[in-house]
């Protein structure tokens, strides 16, 4: 479903501030994985799932998904293979317009427009059951501001929309990150229970170990624009914090240091 082969990818080319973020980075989800990818700051984690989304332009390889090369196709032209939730719960979805609206404009993505009702009585039928299977109470509020939303129910709406089409892929950017831990963890089982029910080829950066390993089939852990870890399967559905260190410190075999962070997350 998606095949990445030799990414590589350089910011600030030929100054004093030149850093190579991905470096030779090749990977290949097949249909209906859910890959987990961790990291430290600077890892190249957040700089592979932009270059897979279209925001930065790789500065050699290629990116596949399903059989489309979409390594130089425009970041609103490959929007239709992708589905992504962001980091901040403030993007993904337009604040002034209402619950059933936004959702419309997700159906609607990608496709021809026309005249005609903006939502049709079907549709909000529709969303009306979509949003009660979320358990959040926005069933009853179809007719509100986005904007007016907490940060939780915004990201569960964003996860709604981004996969109302069923993408080829969706990309999950630390969209928990900026919740507090009690709905974290309830948009982290949301996600989850979406995923699966749909059968959805995933990616989902995040900063937390123990979500790596909690949440998917395959977990990869990168370090210096390249993958250090790669583990899917039994392994990693036994594996623990103190197995996941031991396997970095094994890969990289040069000291180098995990952030606190991401231990502790």
Sequence with gaps: MLKVTGLYKVFNRGTVNERVALENVSLTLEKGDFVTVIGGNGAGKSTLLNCVAGVYPPDGGSIVVDGVDVTRLAEYRRARHLGRVFQDPMRGTCADMNIEENLALARRRGRPRGLSWGVTRREREEYRAMLEAL??????????????????????????????????????????????????????????????????????????????????NRLIMMSGGGIAVDVSGEEKKNLTVEDLLKLFEKARGDGEEIPDRMVLG
Aim: hydrophobic content about 45%; proline content about 2%; aromatic content about 2%.
């Design 135 to 216: 358990g959040l109470g926005l069933e009853d509020r179809l007719s509100a501001k986005v904007g007016l939303l907490s940060g939780g129910q915004r990201q569960a709406l964003t996860l709604l929309m981004a996969t109302l089409r069923a993408p080829k892929l969706l990309l999950l950017d630390e969209h928990t990150a900026a919740l507090d831990p009690r709905t974290a963890k309830k948009v982290l089982e949301l996600s989850d229970r979406v995923i699966s029910e749909g059968g959805l080829t995933t990616m989902m950066v995040t900063h937390n170990m123990r979500d790596a390993i909690r949440y998917g």
